[in-house]
């Protein structure tokens, strides 16, 4: 298996596609991968690579969520465990376990964050018909982290707002912190 699994940049077009740019467009892309026994999606955007797992520094007192670190090409890139972070039980490394890498705006500017998930599935566009909007029950996440529900032929994808799943004032902290130690440790 390769180290990078997909080329998020190739999916998207060259130079990327915007937030903007999905928002009026007749259909978007969405990545779905795999938590446990569920789907979910988030839009591209905001992805810059997905990367098979691989070992990563623990780093002591955090967030249960917060599995560690990983050196990404001379950056320090903190990495949460998606499933942990939605209050169930660590993902169990597999196979197919790998890590998202998304960028993040926090005050001082665009930070990368890793993502790990049991599996990531494909990239479907979806026209905006087919989006429902969140329900205020179910699905055992918080409702805020819930953007909407893709309604595929009767089959139910959770679409996650990342901007509440990855609150910016807790990512802050675990950013600064994630920097603070290994400019430490050099």
């Known amino acids: 298996m390769s180290s990078q699994l997909m080329d998020i940049g190739a999916i998207k077009g060259k130079g990327g596609t915007s937030a903007s740019q999905l928002a009026g467009a007749e259909t978007s892309q969405y990545l779905t991968f795999t938590l446990g026994t569920e789907i979910f999606a988030v839009p591209i955007a905001p992805i810059r690579e997905i990367i098979e797992f691989r070992e990563l520094t623990a780093i002591p007192m955090t967030p249960a969520f917060l599995c560690g670190v990983l050196n990404l090409r001379g950056a320090v890139v903190p990495v949460i465990d998606l499933s942990a972070r939605f209050g169930r039980k660590?993902?169990?490394?597999?196979?197919?376990?790998?890590?998202?890498?998304?960028?993040?705006?926090?005050?001082?500017?665009?930070?990368?964050?890793?993502?790990?998930?049991?599996?990531?599935?494909?990239?479907?566009?979806?026209?905006?018909?087919?989006?429902?909007?969140?329900?205020?029950?179910?699905?055992?996440?918080?409702?805020?982290?819930?953007?909407?529900i893709l309604n595929l032929a009767g089959r139910f994808v959770v679409m996650?707002?990342?901007?509440?799943?990855?609150?910016?004032?807790?990512?802050?902290?675990?950013?600064?912190?994630?920097?603070?130690r290994s400019a430490s440790s050099n």
């Open 160 to 180: 996650l707002d990342l901007a509440r799943v990855l609150s910016a004032a807790e990512l802050e902290h675990l950013i600064g912190a994630a920097h603070n």
């Open 90 to 148: 660590r993902i169990s490394v597999q196979r197919r376990t790998c890590i998202i890498i998304v960028e993040v705006e926090l005050e001082d500017g665009l930070h990368p964050l890793g993502i790990v998930v049991d599996a990531v599935n494909e990239v479907l566009e979806a026209d905006p018909a087919h989006i429902e909007s969140k329900p205020s029950f179910g699905s055992g996440l918080r409702a805020d982290f819930v953007a909407g």
